[in-house]
């Protein structure tokens, strides 16, 4: 038993809630990703869509499916004031997003 660790802290660890969890929405307008989402995000944006990202501050990474049925892309707004896009995911694409607490980092790839 490891009895070395001093003024360890955790908070708000979600790791076992997210495990094997998986949100799936359906968009007919803008929308913006709750900060209680699961790792696994699917959307399905029945068109061109924006959608705001979670508090950078309270989730630190997720993975975001683009399931729509034709050419509709997603476009990742950071959650700052200015809506910076952070990213865009089209149709058939995963999106995996980090967060360092400052800033969204998106890296897209096909399914």
Request: charged share 20%; net charge negative; with cysteine.
């Given at each position: 038993?490891?009895?070395?660790?001093?003024?360890?802290?955790l908070?708000?660890?979600?790791?076992?809630?997210?495990?094997?969890?998986v949100?799936?929405?359906?968009?007919?307008?803008a929308?913006?990703?709750?900060?209680?989402?699961?790792?696994?995000?699917?959307?399905?944006?029945?068109?061109?869509?924006?959608?705001?990202?979670?508090?950078?501050?309270?989730?630190?990474?997720?993975?975001?499916?683009?399931?729509?049925?034709?050419?509709?892309?997603i476009?990742?707004?950071?959650?700052?004031?200015?809506s910076?896009?952070?990213?865009?995911?089209?149709?058939?694409?995963?999106?995996?997003?980090?967060s360092?607490?400052v800033?969204?980092y998106?890296?897209?790839?096909?399914?």
């Amino acid at each position: 038993m490891r009895e070395n660790i001093e003024g360890a802290r955790l908070s708000g660890v979600l790791i076992e809630k997210r495990k094997n969890t998986v949100f799936k929405v359906t968009l007919g307008a803008a929308y913006t990703i709750p900060d209680n989402i699961p790792g696994l995000v699917v959307i399905d944006p029945t068109a061109a869509r924006s959608v705001t990202m979670p508090d950078k501050l309270l989730v630190s990474d997720f993975t975001l499916v683009n399931a729509a049925d034709a050419a509709e892309v997603i476009t990742l707004l950071d959650d700052d004031v200015s809506s910076t896009t952070a990213g865009a995911c089209t149709q058939g694409e995963i999106a995996y997003c980090v967060s360092d607490g400052v800033k969204w980092y998106v890296t897209v790839g096909v399914a």
